[in-house]
């Protein structure tokens, strides 16, 4: 529910109803505006009925939130959230590339892919050392070593490191080493998981679901925020369609679609998105005209010999290629790389 105050109210009116809200067992919002007090209250529907603040005199309107998700929607956040991943800023007008190899291997293969997200114009550098492989034949990832060796990579080449958890037992861990962590498709509705990343204190990216619905989605990133994070950034990253001659199906109408439903940053993920590097690129440009906030793209110095993802990631000359046709899009759209 939401509770837009009268200009004149008080702020012995507001703590008052705050604390009747907190009372009762709800989760209180307090909003202060320019011009006006915008007051929240989330749970239970049946006890929001019985606060009664219709009947106050300085509540202007009492509105209920519609949307089934409630801290993700525009109806209680109009405006753009701005998230920062290190000294990155994701959302509000901004567009970053995040870019990396899709797993840590070793000391060189992390530190000249790192080199080359950096130099394409890269504002994250990303890189999974636990990776949630479909086959556990699979290289699995190195683990607190993979981790290390990205936090150096980040930190030589200058940019905050995102990577993946999958398993709440590591979370300490990466909420210490990472900038921001990421919860992948097999995960989106790991919902301890995203409880635990809920108190993380670190940004979390949230990919979709490969069979997940847009409002799965949002539900799933709704569990995070009321878990107590609000720095949550949306993924697109391709779903499963009767069409395999990509990877996934990379929905691309999600985007302008997750904006208008949430005030969340959503970035797209061409490369697994689609699995084909040649694809990456369009799919990119593609991403930033429907107006995501950000691509995240993976690159390796050598991909015939990546132990994951090879097919998908970029050459470092493509990377770059790619940073300066993402530059002159978001020019031409009135935004910057
Ligand atoms: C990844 O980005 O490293 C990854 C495994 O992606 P997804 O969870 O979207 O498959
Ligand atoms: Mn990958």
Do not use: W
């Not at 199906?249 to 084909?276: Q, R, W």
């Amino acid at each position: 529910m939401i509770i837009v105050m009268k200009p004149e109210a008080t702020e012995e009116t507001v703590d008052r109803l705050l604390d009747k809200i907190k009372s009762k067992g709800l989760k209180p919002l307090h909003m202060p505006g320019a011009e006006r007090v915008v007051l929240g209250a989330l749970g239970d529907e049946r006890v929001l009925a019985e606060l009664g603040f219709e009947a106050e005199p300085s509540v202007e309107s009492v509105k209920p939130i519609l949307s089934p998700y409630k801290l993700v929607s525009r109806e209680l956040h109009p405006h753009d959230s701005r998230i920062a991943i290190g000294d990155a800023v994701i959302g509000g007008g901004k567009f970053a590339l995040i870019a990396g190899p899709c797993a840590v291997e070793n000391a060189e293969q992390v530190q000249a892919s790192a080199e080359a997200a950096k130099k394409a114009g890269a504002r994250v550098l990303r890189g999974g050392a636990y990776k949630p492989r479909t086959s556990p034949y699979s290289f699995q990832g190195h683990g607190p070593e993979g981790l290390a060796l990205l936090r150096e990579a980040g930190d030589k080449v200058g940019l905050p490191i995102i990577t993946e958890l999958v398993d709440t037992r590591d979370l300490d861990l990466l909420a210490d080493k990472a900038d921001a962590i990421q919860i992948g498709t097999r995960n989106m509705q790991n919902f301890e998981l995203l409880k635990a990343v809920g108190g993380a204190g670190k940004p979390v990216m949230l990919k979709r679901g490969m069979a997940a619905k847009v409002d799965d989605l949002l539900m799933a990133a709704e569990y995070i925020m009321a878990s107590g994070n609000d720095d949550v950034i949306l993924c697109e990253r391709g779903i499963r369609t009767f069409e395999t001659a990509t990877r996934n199906t990379l929905d691309l109408a999600a985007v302008p679609l997750l904006k208008e439903k949430s005030h969340l940053p959503v970035i797209v993920d061409p490369s697994h998105g689609t699995g084909k590097r040649e694809l990456v690129a369009p799919m990119a440009l593609a991403a930033a005209a429907a107006g995501a906030d950000g691509v995240m793209v993976e690159v390796h110095y050598d991909p015939p010999s990546a132990l994951s993802d090879g097919p998908q990631s970029l050459y470092p000359e493509q990377m770059e290629a790619l940073g300066n046709q993402l530059a002159a899009m978001l020019g031409a759209l009135g935004r910057e790389l």
